[in-house]
């Protein structure tokens, strides 16, 4: 065989391995960026809640 074969075959594993390496580290960001836009809607949620146990203490009185 060539020379040249061995080098596309290197070229095809190296394209292989580069996209399962890439699409692991993006979905490991998504899941990140999911957990802090999660960890922002609790805190809303929870200062809406305060704020409505506020607004109710303050009628009650």
Same mark, same amino acid.
């Given at each position: 065989?060539?020379?040249?074969?061995?080098?596309?075959?290197?070229? &095809?594993?190296?394209? /292989?391995?580069?996209?399962?390496?890439?699409?692991? $580290? +993006?979905? @490991?960001?998504?899941? #990140?960026? &999911?957990?802090?836009? /999660?960890?922002?809607?609790?805190?809303?949620?929870? $200062? +809406?809640? @305060?704020?409505?146990? #506020?607004?109710?203490?303050?009628? /009650?009185?």
């Amino acid at each position: 065989m060539s020379w040249w074969v061995y080098i596309v075959v290197l070229g &095809i594993m190296f394209s /292989g391995f580069m996209t399962v390496w890439i699409s692991r $580290k +993006e979905r @490991e960001e998504e899941l #990140r960026q &999911i957990e802090k836009e /999660g960890e922002v809607y609790i805190r809303r949620m929870e $200062k +809406e809640k @305060e704020k409505k146990n #506020r607004k109710a203490m303050s009628r /009650g009185l």
